[in-house]
DNA sequence: ATCGAATATTTCGTCATCGAAGTTCGACTT
DNA sequence: AAGTCGAACTTCGATGACGAAATATTCGAT
């Protein structure tokens, strides 16, 4: 029962700001920063629990989510090692299982033959389909103490977030 | 500059919304959480490269974090395998390598001698601090687009997430 | 008191990932 | 038109992570 833990997430969370904020951090920064990675932790730990079940590690679900994203577009090794953060080598034999699977292709670009085009076969997209239901079981949970409203405010503020991501590196 | 992006972020983010709500979710919830995830995708990209400039990989840096809030309490190398979402077995060496670098010392429980206890060294607190003013910069770029009012109700909405965190997965 | 189950840590074999070097191809220069 | 530079992908050696088994200690039951 919860009410058999010594200290609620929501103490744990001020503890933790507080010990960011006494290191050096902003606190109105940190906040933010902190509560965001406490919420995609547990995430996270359900996805591995949950792509087990689709016999799924995550970095075959970021290629298969990339890939879907794409929609009718082929994409490159190399983008595809961009967009699931990793390294462009490590990327060979992901694909190679992965195709193994029959849940993507790869074929010689015509036009340059250095590259490489990655798409989704029937499988893979049925695969993904099933991971997307799947996850947002999970995903619903999570979010279920907050009413519609409050939902679109958060994706509006996140979104906000995101439009200035891209200018930030320069 | 942001003018010769064909997408912008935001159109980005909304196609990608698309993807998962034609393949099965909710939109209410994947507009949330897919935002959440590009945010912590791309400070996950910048922690690589600041904590590089400290010696140290994102996997030391869940250790030294976990050490830090844990304050005076000294934790177990399965406490911290399970905060730092690997497996106890993976944490041998990793403490290992740490304690050679002198950022944490471990010495055995006198009361339960199954179990081994682990503290942060001086040197420990240092890079904890340094690491935290360093990463500090990168976050408070990432929220500048946010108001005080804005970033206080964002942070506000996640403390409500995070307080259901706990009794999902019963 | 002793035996058995449970817990905490480590060791070991295997696989994934990384960075660097190698290979093949396209683009640009002269 | 040949040569050089750069880009894309792969191969290779080394490091890190995982799961299963081994070791050591505690707790509970007979």
């Given at each position: 029962?919860?009410?058999?833990?010594?200290?609620?997430?929501?103490?744990?969370?001020?503890?933790?700001?507080?010990?960011?904020?006494?290191?050096?951090?902003?606190?109105?920064?940190?906040?933010?920063?902190?509560?965001?990675?406490?919420?995609?932790?547990?995430?996270?730990?359900?996805?591995?629990?949950?792509?087990?079940?689709?016999?799924?590690?995550?970095?075959?679900?970021?290629?298969?989510?990339?890939?879907?994203?794409?929609?009718?577009?082929?994409?490159?090794?190399?983008?595809?090692?961009?967009?699931?953060?990793?390294?462009?080598?490590?990327?060979?034999?992901?694909?190679?299982?992965?195709?193994?699977?029959?849940?993507?292709?790869?074929?010689?670009?015509?036009?340059?033959?250095?590259?490489?085009?990655?798409?989704?076969?029937?499988?893979?997209?049925?695969l993904?389909s099933a991971a997307?239901r799947?996850?947002?079981?999970?995903?619903?949970?999570?979010?279920?103490?907050?009413?519609?409203?409050?939902?679109?405010?958060?994706?509006?503020?996140?979104?906000?977030?995101?439009?200035?991501?891209?200018?930030?590196?320069?």
């Amino acid at each position: 029962m919860a009410a058999k833990r010594r200290r609620t997430a929501q103490q744990e969370h001020a503890a933790d700001v507080a010990t960011y904020v006494a290191a050096g951090g902003e606190e109105s920064v940190q906040r933010v920063i902190t509560a965001l990675f406490s919420v995609t932790k547990k995430l996270d730990q359900w996805y591995v629990r949950q792509f087990a079940d689709l016999d799924l590690t995550q970095g075959e679900w970021s290629v298969l989510a990339a890939l879907a994203r794409a929609g009718d577009t082929c994409l490159t090794p190399s983008q595809l090692a961009d967009l699931s953060n990793v390294a462009p080598s490590s990327m060979t034999h992901r694909l190679d299982k992965m195709a193994g699977r029959g849940l993507l292709q790869r074929r010689p670009d015509e036009s340059n033959r250095t590259r490489t085009l990655v798409s989704l076969t029937t499988d893979g997209w049925a695969l993904f389909s099933a991971a997307v239901r799947e996850s947002n079981v999970v995903e619903s949970d999570t979010l279920r103490d907050l009413s519609d409203t409050e939902r679109h405010e958060l994706a509006r503020l996140l979104e906000i977030v995101i439009a200035g991501l891209d200018d930030i590196e320069a």
